[in-house]
């Protein structure tokens, strides 16, 4: 039974880093009506920044978080203001393969600075060792990682729901035309949301380095974990992004420990499941 | 709204042309051009699968890698027991029509973006079960000895394919039928079908499409045509390994497409040609051909979506055939 909960709580942490991304993801759907392919690779060059920053340069730890999602913001800007905003008026296939050669460019980038082989940068001092949990060591770091996912949450519920910017953007996600009608200068939301939604992906890559790592393939790996929360939960929706990475991360925290062959397999199975009896996602974003 | 005729730019004495200098070229190219060769026709093969299902139908899909090796790897794994080549290559393109329409019921009910995201999923779990059932596909390893076994016709004839010209002309044949039934396709009441479905996705339905089932079909057509390609492959490397299922796979046909020309039939040829040709020569010089690969993709999709055939389509443009737009429907 301790095994359980131990393990369960282990997942909740992993949840933690898709969570960021998925939310990242979900919000620019929502609002720029876009799927960014190369929102996973921003979750890799957060990674790798945190790792040179603290890793190799020796920054504080929270400088050097902040700095990589400074990185992620300009690469954000830059793909939204020099590239995607000429596609917009285009079929959303152009759109997504603008993205998917971001993530080719991307991949390739990272193995020319850093080079093939993965990098796990060290877990802060302060943030070092473990605490008994069901009678286990469980380590600070996944406590410290809970903790920033349920934050973050917070943050952005308050930030869409109690701002001036928030307003903007919900008025903007449900009538485009409207918005711009009313004097809401729509171009620029849709590059603060591009950004914002670029940062979460860093700060999840940040964060997530110490205890996944810093690899090449990672940005690939992560959005199709994203993809399958997003179906899950339902494109659009935060909420659905939150309880999707819960599914998804508990239940490979749980397969890893019983059925460490298949355990990328369960999440295909969920999504299967939740395509065939609600196609729509758990909590459909209805527009 | 945009209405889209897919323009065509050859005519019958060039097609003959090109048929006959592919048929005499083993006898003037030496063996690593034969090889090449044959590296194009399986892309060209792969690649119009893949433009049925993007250029005709309006369906983006990053998954083709998973079709593409279901049928290497069940091609393998007959031949490895049997070493019939026909047997190997049909039960290959069998397998992958076959688990395209499972995932393609999964997928093809959804909206355009989601099926994007659902393929590349799809794809990828495919590459998961390669990469990790290692008692039956060898895990990282992949499979390996697999023989290029002779053509048996019915017991009653059985030629050897053991050289690489007559492998050449075993392809060669496979892939121009497979063109030649492509062509029927999408000139077909059927092709017409994707293409009005393609372009008014809520219309087609009131004259009495349905709007599931065709996409289904085109879905099911593409897997097959991966698939075929896909066992292809085995007899040629006499390997497959995991990579073929995964996502910079399913790169290939999307980038080849791309620079060939949505909206023209011969474009995903035409790509197929000039991707293996420009690859071959990049990874002489470096081993990043991703980086190269991935800016090429962003350059055709900011400026040049009509591709290569759709700008010689453009020059050649007869008043009937508008040239190859560069706006799709929304």
Not at chain 1, 225 to 246: D, E, R
Request: net charge positive; hydrophobic share 55%; with cysteine.
């Amino acid at each position: 039974m301790d095994t359980i909960g131990y393990q369960g709580l282990i997942g909740v942490s992993l949840a933690m880093s898709l969570w960021l991304i998925s939310a990242g993801l979900t919000i620019i759907f929502g609002v720029l009506g876009v799927i960014n392919f190369a929102h996973g690779s921003l979750f890799m060059v957060g990674a790798y920044m945190a790792y040179t920053f603290y890793g190799l340069l020796g920054f504080p730890f929270g400088l050097s978080v902040l700095l990589s999602l400074a990185v992620a913001a300009v690469l954000g800007l830059i793909m939204e203001r020099g590239f995607l905003r000429h596609l917009y008026h285009l079929d959303h296939a152009y759109q997504l393969l603008l993205t998917f050669g971001f993530v080719l460019v991307l991949d390739d980038a990272v193995k020319i600075i850093w080079g093939g082989v993965f990098k796990i940068p060290p877990i802060p001092r302060f943030l070092d060792g473990a605490w008994p949990v069901f009678g286990r060591p469980f380590p600070v770091y996944n406590t410290f990682l809970i903790a920033i996912g349920i934050l973050v949450g917070i943050g952005l519920w308050a930030l869409f729901e109690k701002t001036w910017w928030g307003r903007v953007v919900r008025a903007t996600a449900s009538d485009r035309e409207m918005a711009n009608a009313i004097g809401v200068n729509v171009p620029w939301v849709f590059s603060t949301v591009f950004v914002v939604g670029a940062m979460l992906a860093a700060l999840g890559g940040a964060l997530g380095t110490p205890i996944r790592v810093a690899a090449p393939g990672i940005g690939a790996a992560m959005i199709i974990q994203a993809f399958i929360i997003t179906v899950i939960g339902g494109l659009g929706s935060l909420k659905g992004a939150f309880t999707g990475s819960l599914i998804v991360g508990i239940l490979s925290a749980y397969g890893t420990l019983f059925f460490p062959i298949f355990e990328l397999f369960f999440s295909f199975v969920i999504m299967t499941v939740v395509l065939l009896v609600r196609p729509q996602g758990l909590f459909a974003h209805v527009n | 709204m945009t209405y889209l005729r897919h323009a065509h730019i050859m005519s019958g004495p060039l097609t003959a042309a090109l048929v006959a200098a592919l048929i005499v070229l083993p006898l003037l190219a030496g063996n690593y051009l034969t090889y090449l060769t044959i590296q194009i026709l399986i892309l060209s093969l792969f690649a119009l699968g893949f433009n049925l299902l993007f250029g005709y139908t309006g369906l983006l899909s990053f998954g083709q890698a998973g079709f593409y090796a279901v049928g290497a790897y069940i091609c393998a794994k007959i031949l490895l027991v049997q070493p019939s080549l026909l047997l190997g290559v049909l039960g290959g393109t069998v397998a992958a029509a076959v688990v395209a329409v499972l995932l393609g019921a999964l997928s093809v009910r959804h909206t355009r973006i989601y099926f994007s995201m659902l393929t590349l999923a799809f794809g990828m779990m495919i590459y998961s079960v390669a990469w990790k059932w290692r008692d039956v596909t060898g895990g990282d390893d992949g499979l390996v000895g697999i023989p290029r076994a002779p053509l048996k016709i019915l017991g009653i004839a059985s030629i050897s394919l053991s050289t690489i010209e007559h492998y050449y002309y075993f392809v060669l044949v496979v892939v121009l039928l497979g063109v030649f039934f492509m062509y029927r396709l999408v000139n077909s009441p059927f092709g017409l079908s994707l293409q009005a479905i393609r372009d008014g996705e809520t219309r087609a339905p009131f004259v009495g499409m349905s709007v599931t089932t065709h996409r289904l079909l085109a879905f099911t057509i593409a897997g097959l045509y991966a698939g075929l390609a896909g066992a292809l492959l085995p007899p040629l490397e006499n390997t497959v390994t995991p990579v073929m299922a995964h996502w910079t796979t399913s790169a290939d046909p999307i980038l080849a497409t791309l620079l060939g020309g949505i909206y023209v039939f011969s474009g995903p040829i035409v790509g197929g040609a000039l991707f293996i040709i420009i690859k071959d020569l990049i990874v002489r010089v470096t081993v990043h051909w991703s980086i190269v690969l991935g800016t090429v993709v962003i350059i055709l999709v900011m400026g040049f979506r009509g591709g290569v055939a759709g700008i010689v389509a453009g020059m050649v443009a007869r008043p009937r055939a508008a040239p190859a737009p560069a706006v799709a429907s929304k």
